[in-house]
């Protein structure tokens, strides 16, 4: 199975910085079969980026996804104070389908 | 609005049988392929099942493959988690979530609408 590594575990910025969340698979995930998640406590994920690039519904544009083969990364452009969650990637190029382990982004 | 409900955690021996429910509404449930994932206290998510739109087919992690069943009642718009033979290590979140394209008849996609979670615990 394709394991995923999210680095770094935490993340500490302020608010109205810019962070950078990476991604990296043990196999390619071709055609970009990659998205992205936002957990916060007691509350149901939320899907932020699909395809590795494109943002879900009614996300803001501060988000954005970028990456191919094994590499990603998910920035989020000017940190609002809603921002500071879990975030999790997701392959689903191949089977089974297979979640990072997280990055927690928190307030500085 | 899309509203995902999971109902049926709880605590459980080791050996022992759980049912999770998963109550669908605001979007044509008969269309859209229904997983299981699930996330231990303090850990990452893990993928735990997904069963077709019409219920034709379904796909297991090798963790839970020949002790949990997936299914679905498409009248009811209402999926279902039958777990057996439980152990410590499923102790974890239960979440339902939705494909967000209709009609996808295998279980690589991604997920618009989760619930909130169940959860259940093995122990003795």
């Known amino acids: 199975e394709i394991v995923l590594t999210q680095s770094p575990g935490t993340l500490s910025l302020s608010p109205g910085e810019r962070a950078t969340l990476s991604c990296r698979a043990s196999q390619s995930v071709s055609s970009s079969y990659l998205a992205w998640y936002q957990q916060k406590p007691g509350q149901a994920p939320r899907l932020l980026i699909c395809g590795a690039s494109n943002r879900a519904t009614g996300i803001p544009d501060r988000f954005s996804g970028s990456g191919s083969g094994t590499d990603f990364t998910l920035t989020i452009s000017r940190l609002e104070p809603e921002d500071f969650a879990v975030y999790c990637c997701?392959?689903?190029?191949?089977?089974?389908?297979?979640f990072g382990q997280g990055t927690r982004l928190e307030i500085k | 609005q899309v509203q995902l409900v999971e109902s049926g955690g709880g605590v459980d021996q080791p050996g022992g049988s759980l049912r999770l429910s998963c109550a669908a509404s605001g979007f044509t449930f008969s269309s859209y392929g229904m997983h299981w994932v699930r996330q231990a206290p303090g850990k990452g998510l893990e993928w735990v099942a997904f069963i077709r739109y019409d219920g034709s087919s379904s796909y297991y992690a090798d963790s839970v493959k020949g002790r949990f069943t997936i299914s679905r009642d498409n009248s009811k718009s209402t999926l279902y988690l039958q777990m057996n033979s439980l152990r410590p290590e499923d102790t974890a979140f239960y979440y339902c979530?939705?494909?967000?394209?209709?009609?996808?008849?295998?279980?690589?996609?991604?997920?618009?609408?989760w619930g909130q979670g169940t959860l259940v615990t093995v122990s003795s």
């Open positions: 979530a939705k494909d967000r394209d209709p009609i996808k008849v295998g279980p690589l996609y991604f997920f618009d609408y």
């Open positions: 997701q392959q689903y190029h191949s089977s089974p389908i297979t």
